[in-house]
Every structure is written in C-alpha cells, then in structure tokens.
C-alpha cells in the first residue's frame, strides 16, 4: 500500500500518454472535496466544495481547497464535473468561476439548480452543461459517462472517465440503498458493465468504511419519525440538512397524515425546499406547506416548522432558538427532532444545543435516542460488494479522514486488489496513472484558504493564531512614550488590557522590565521604533509568562517624545 511520504518533492512532468490526479480537498477530512484529472494537457475537475471551520478556526466562515497548482492553468480546464448537490462539493464554485467565468460546470439537474441559486447570490451566471444518468459527453480528452448512485440528497452521480491512459471510475458520494425513497438505486448493473470493459482506477467514498455491515434504508426511518409527529402533544420542530430532500419529505408525508401544517424556516431551507419542490424532487401534498404567518394562527398541535442547524452551526435557525435569540419561542410541551448526523468535530456543539432545548421544556429526539438518521454513505459491506462487482486495477480511496482512507484501502486489499496497487494519498498529493500502474510521483500545495467575510485566502494560519490567542489569553497594549535622544522612557508607560486579569498594581513590576530593554537597545545603538517595539513585546511577553503563568497578544506603541 502506498501512503505519501512528507519529503515528496514537486511532481516531475507528466509522462506522454499519462493520467494525473490530485486531490486538493477531501482526503484526510471530510468537506472540501475536489480532484483534479489531467491528461493530454487538459485538466477535468470532480467536484469543488467547502469545508466548514472548528473552534480553532475563529472568524472563518468556510474553507476552500487551495486553487495555486492549477492557477496557471485555468485555460486548460475543460469542464468541473459535479456529483452531487452538498455544500462540501458545490460550495467552492463561486470561488473558481470568480478565476475563470466560463468553466463548462456539470451536473444533473437538482444538483445544477442548487449551484445555480448559489451563484446568484454572488452575482455569477454560469456556462451549464445538465447530464443525467446514461449519458455520456467528451470534455476534450476526458470522456465522461454518468451513472446514477443514491445519496442522501437526490440526483447524485459517479462518473466514468475514459482516457488514453486508461479508465477512471470515480463513486461521487453514495450507498447502496436497495428501497430509496426515490426509488432511484445506485446502478450496480453499470458498475460491473465498466468493470467488465476495465476500470483502471476506483476512487470510492471512505466516511463509512470503518463501519461493518450494510447502511439502513431510508424508510426504516419511517416509524420513528412518524411516531414523534403523532405523539407531540405540541409543535415539532424538525432540523435538518437543508439540502436533504429525502428526509424532509418524509417528515411532510408523516406531518400530513397526522393533520398538521408545515413552515419552513431559515433561508437556504426555504430557497432549496422551493428548488425541488419546483423540480418535482419534493412532493408536496396541497395546502400541507403554509407561511410562518399562517402557522402562528394555528393550534400548537398542528404546528410542524422544519428548520436547519442540525450540525450545530451558531448561526442556524435551531442554535439560535436554543439560546432564546429567535421569534420561534422553545417551550414546555415542545418536541425538537434532530433528523441528522452527528458530523466528527461537531458533536460537542450540538450536545449544547440539545441541551439548551431541554432545558427551555422541549422533548429533544435524535439518533441517539430513536432511530430518525442514516447516514448517506456505503458501510464496508457495500464498499466490498462494489470491489467484487468493479474488480478494479488500482484503488484510491477519497472523502474522508486518514482512519477512514485507510479502513477502505484493507477493504479493497480483502477482496484481492494488490496491496501496491492501493494508493492512501492525502490532499495535494499527485497519483500517476501510467501503463495501468497508479503511483505517487510528488506533491502540490495543497493548504487551507479561508474565506473570512468579503476576503478570501487573507485570513491565515497566523492570524487564526492570533484570533486564538485573543480568545484565550486576552491583549495587552503598552504604550511607552521614549525620549528621542536619551532613548530612555520621558513619562510612565500606558497599559491597556482586555481579557488578561489585572488591577491598578498589575503592570507596576513591568516598567523596570521596560527601562531595562530600552537601556540595553540604547547602549547596542539600537534606536529604530519598529525594532525596539519588538524587544519590548517579547520582554513583556516573557514578564507575563513568569509571573501570571499567561501569554497575551502583546501590542506595542511607541512614541517620540
């Protein structure tokens, strides 16, 4: 099994007749997904997401894979080709067509629809190619064929990728559900097909590899759901993905049989609801959906809003009911179902906001307590099924962290894949497919870039550091009015401090401290004001840290007198 190494050098030019593909997202993460494929001096891009920030990511709003490796090569992308509709894999669009207006963007036609009314928000109208599945269309040398897969939103694709260098199947993000609410299964019958012509390399989704078995059905999911919207003595207040069309039908199915209404609220839940609702992907039976105006004049047990937040996100309709700072008002009597995931680096948020609800009244439901989630993606039982079926030449596992890459690289080596023949790469790494062999040849940057409000890629690993820093130790101002001849200090030194404890003693011990760092920098011949506010921030720095055991952002500001 081949991992990639830290030394990996820059990848050396690809050979003639070769098939290049880095991950700049998604692998050793879950978000953020995008693969680049490069073949005949063209590059296809899979998909383009974002990855949503942690705590230690202060002010951050989304992360974006690192466009540098393929910057100046824009004009030779012939098409970004997406799988499906979630935000880990359109959310970084925006970004690119920013770069290059007219990239040709596929995908099928809820998927588009979603993009679409994304890209109206920053004002960019994109060249669309729509496909379904069974089509298939060339990209310059890329040949791409569709096939349809089953994913917890609709209308998700794999993609097959001929090349000269041989072909690429690559799942998308999908499980094998055999009873979709959609009735539209992953075509297994195709995967064998191009594994009977040769599938040369498999990427495969890896989130569940590491769990045995088969995922559960959507419509296990019935009785439990449909229980919660009979028995609330109350309102019921769903949370969900806002992009998780299936689960959001069976809580209207469910709300209609039990004689209630239902509102929408938070907007990408009423502008996605109302894309495919318009599509035909949501099935809304008439007079079900009603304005919040409307609900407010109804009984409390007719009462169903369906809302997002589900991952507790700070700004999302739920998070915020749970903190008392929504109209939507949590009470006694109330029931709040969490429909979804609990997504790795979530959960202590979403441990807070459940018990924020309780603790306002509400009868709190999630998948720890009932059965109202499955996941979206195929357990290792399905991911060996698809190896028998697709009896691959080379396997690299995608979209997930390292534990999850490599439990699906033993899946595949179980069912007789060469164990040199299975690629563990992580993001920016470069996988050469030459001959029918694929090997890492060598690495691209491959970074975080955050988009902090209207600034995209300024926010840097320093900074988050310093918002960190800020967070956790507080700031310390020092404001030394210094002689210009003397070099010496012509009046007591000003502190100002937020977030660090002091009283009006604290920072009596440091001005010695201070004197001290001015009269060395005085006798070196040191009189430049940048240079000494340095010596007098790591000689602060050095006093707070032994004597308050804290290390505060120090800010100092110097003076001429």
């Known amino acids: ?222 009785p439990a759901i449909e229980q919660v919207l009979r028995t609330a003595p109350r309102r019921v207040i769903v949370s969900s993905f806002a992009s998780h069309v299936h689960r959001i039908q069976q809580v209207l199915d469910a709300a209609h049989l039990h004689g209630r209404k239902v509102a929408f609220v938070g907007r990408s839940m009423v502008r996605n609801m109302g894309i495919a609702r318009e599509l035909g992907y949501l099935k809304v039976p008439a007079g079900l959906v009603v304005s919040m105006k409307e609900l407010e004049q109804l009984p409390d047990n007719k009462v169903t809003l369906v809302c997002t937040g589900s991952q507790g996100e700070p700004m999302a309709a739920l998070s915020r009911m749970a903190n008392r700072d929504h109209q939507i008002r949590i009470g006694e009597g109330d029931t709040v179902l969490l429909a979804s995931s609990l997504i790795p680096g979530n959960e202590s948020a979403i441990y807070r906001i459940i018990n924020g609800l309780t603790r306002w009244g509400a009868k709190v439901v999630h998948k720890g307590n009932a059965k109202v989630h499955v996941s979206g993606h195929a357990s290792a039982g399905e991911l060996v099924y698809c190896y028998n079926i697709v009896k691959p030449r080379n396997v690299m596992p995608v979209h997930g962290e390292w534990k999850h890459l490599r439990a699906n690289a033993d899946l595949a080596i179980a069912t007789g894949v060469d164990p040199d023949r299975v690629v563990i790469a992580e993001d920016g790494v470069v996988v050469d497919l030459v001959d029918g062999h694929a090997k890492i040849t060598g690495k691209v940057p491959a970074g975080y870039v955050y988009v902090d409000g209207m600034t995209v890629g300024g926010a840097t690993e320093a900074s988050l550091k310093d918002r960190v820093t800020l967070a956790q130790e507080g700031v310390v101002t020092v404001v030394a009015i210094v002689d210009a001849n003397t070099g010496m200090l012509a009046e007591t030194p000003d502190f100002l401090a937020r977030g660090f404890e002091h009283d009006d003693t604290t920072f009596a011990p440091v001005i010695p401290v201070i004197e001290k760092t001015l009269a060395t920098a005085a006798k070196e011949g040191v009189g430049d004001a940048v240079q000494l506010e340095q010596l007098i921030a790591r000689a602060v720095a050095n006093w707070a840290f032994r004597t308050h055991r804290r290390k505060p952002l120090i800010i100092p500001v110097i003076i001429d007198a």
């Open 1 to 222: 099994m081949s991992h990639p190494h830290p030394e990996l050098q820059a990848a050396p030019p690809l050979p003639a007749g070769g098939l290049r593909v880095t991950a700049l997202g998604g692998l050793g993460e879950i978000g953020r997904n995008m693969t680049v494929f490069e073949h005949a001096g063209k590059l296809l891009i899979v998909d383009c997401g974002v990855l949503f920030p942690e705590e230690h990511q202060p002010g951050v709003d989304v992360i974006l894979p690192d466009f540098t490796s393929i910057r100046d090569r824009l004009a030779d992308i012939v098409a970004v080709v997406l799988t499906h509709g979630h935000e880990d894999h359109i959310g970084g669009v925006p970004y690119l067509l920013r770069e290059r207006a007219d990239i040709p963007v596929v995908g099928s036609k809820l998927t588009l629809a979603f993009l679409e009314a994304k890209l109206k928000e920053h004002g960019i109208k994109p060249r669309t190619a729509r496909v379904r599945e069974g089509d298939r269309r060339k990209f310059g040398p890329f040949d791409c064929e569709f096939v349809a897969v089953n994913h917890s939103i609709p209308d998700g694709l794999a993609v097959a990728i001929r090349t000269g260098a041989g072909m690429v199947l690559h799942t998308g993000d999908f499980k094998m559900d055999q009873f979709p609410l959609d009735e539209r299964i992953t075509d297994l019958r195709a995967f064998a097909r191009l594994g009977e012509e040769g599938v040369d390399l498999f990427l495969t989704d890896s989130t569940n590899a590491e769990v045995p078995g088969f995922t559960t059905s959507e419509r296990e999911l019935n």
